[in-house]
């Protein structure tokens, strides 16, 4: 078992008639719920502490920040508590060459997709949707999807690739053999994208290119019945107006990798969208805020893998509990992840950043984010 130093939130009580100064380090951190202590595992009691005050909570808590370690990874959670939860990661690029061992072109270790949701499904991933960037990637990610029942998928065209419509010779046929694939596969293909806007890299498709087949790919989503996976970079303004223009047509969805602010959260939201997190949503202090301003019932969370993982460099990183043994891709082991190739498991890292930059109980955020991706979806089965 590997050791590690463990940053951990230390909680005592306040109200108005005494303080509480009984300091504990365990798994769930804020407990708001009556029944929260039946749930907690207790790692370790202290004496009293010294606590830094950090901010004025909205809640009657008051916490502090500790170094506890070091820990055996593994204990964080007990067996039943871990039991209890289960992620949606909703957007995974499982066709990405690094999960067949090639990295810029050169193969440095056997493929390990096998491994790698393995990996996930030990942790309490549910359900992965695999994110399809063009017709091509949408019928490989199909047929990867109908390997596993807990796979699923998405068709459409991301921004930087939409020159593939006009380099087919007929976009009218690009988008009717989208249409085909996912009209004639319900059962694993969930929503229309990843599509958008993606102005950080104009080289590789122009902006007029890239709004005109937003557009055109919006009208499979009322078509179809199904939700979008939405795509933006540095295109907010565009990319809210093209959805207002549409507001009449859209289906639910969701912006995922979300990295602005809370401005452009709350016009996201305004669409009646929901919005995605991964480790990208997490680098800056800046981040930070504008994601404690998005609703609890508006979330969702997603590791975005191979890339997107949360970074030592991150503002995010202080608050991860849960880590994975990993070896350099040049020492590749099967049973450890890959230095620098983020995979599902690591979505459990998202919802502990999230619970405590936002005051939430881990149990209660990850099962409201779960509703949400189901509904989303999965809609059938609620």
């Not at 096998?114 to 990637?137: K, M, P, Y």
């Not at 699923?152 to 989208?178: A, I, K, W």
Request: charged content about 25%; hydrophobic content about 35%; aromatic content about 8%.
């Amino acid at each position: 078992m590997k050791q590690v130093p463990v940053r951990l939130r230390i909680m005592y009580n306040v109200n108005n008639s005494h303080e509480s100064a009984k300091f504990m380090v365990a798994a769930l951190r804020h407990p708001r719920s009556p029944t929260a202590h039946q749930t907690k595992t207790i790692i370790h009691v202290s004496e009293e502490l010294p606590v830094k005050q950090q901010r004025t909570p909205a809640n009657p808590l008051s916490y502090g920040v500790c170094d506890i370690g070091p820990i055996f990874h593994g204990q964080m959670l007990a067996p039943k508590m871990t039991n209890l939860r289960k992620f949606i990661d909703i957007g995974a690029n499982l066709l990405d060459p690094m999960y067949q061992g090639i990295y810029h072109g050169s193969q440095k270790h056997q493929p390990d997709l096998d491994g790698v949701l393995q990996r996930s499904w030990e942790n309490n991933l549910s359900r992965i949707i695999i994110t399809a960037g063009s017709l091509d990637e949408s019928r490989k990610a199909l047929e990867l999807a109908r390997t596993d029942a807990r796979l699923f998928t998405t068709v459409g065209c991301h921004p930087t690739r939409c020159n593939e419509f006009e380099d087919s010779g007929n976009p009218e046929t690009y988008l009717q053999s989208m249409t085909d694939l996912a009209s004639h596969n319900r059962d694993k293909i969930v929503a229309i994208g990843e599509m958008g806007l993606d102005y950080d890299r104009l080289n590789f498709c122009p902006k007029d290119i890239q709004k005109k087949y937003f557009e055109m790919q919006l009208s499979l989503c009322s078509k179809l019945k199904l939700p979008m996976f939405l795509h933006c970079r540095n295109a907010y303004e565009d990319f809210v107006n093209i959805l207002r223009k549409h507001k009449d047509k859209l289906t639910d969805g969701v912006v995922h990798s979300f990295d602005g602010n809370p401005e452009e959260a709350n016009s996201i939201l305004q669409l009646g969208l929901y919005i995605g997190i991964n480790g990208c949503s997490l680098k800056t202090e800046d981040n930070l805020f504008a994601v404690t301003t998005i609703p609890s019932d508006k979330l969702m969370i997603e590791t975005d893998c191979p890339w997107c993982e949360i970074r030592p460099t991150h503002a995010s990183a202080k608050d991860v509990i849960t880590s994975f043994p990993s070896a350099k891709k040049e020492k590749w082991q099967a049973d450890q992840m890959v230095k620098g190739r983020n995979e599902s498991c690591t979505i459990v890292q998202i919802l502990e950043v999230l619970a405590r930059i936002r005051d939430e109980e881990e149990e209660y955020l990850c099962n409201q984010i779960y509703k949400n991706s189901m509904k989303v979806f999965f809609p059938y089965e609620l």
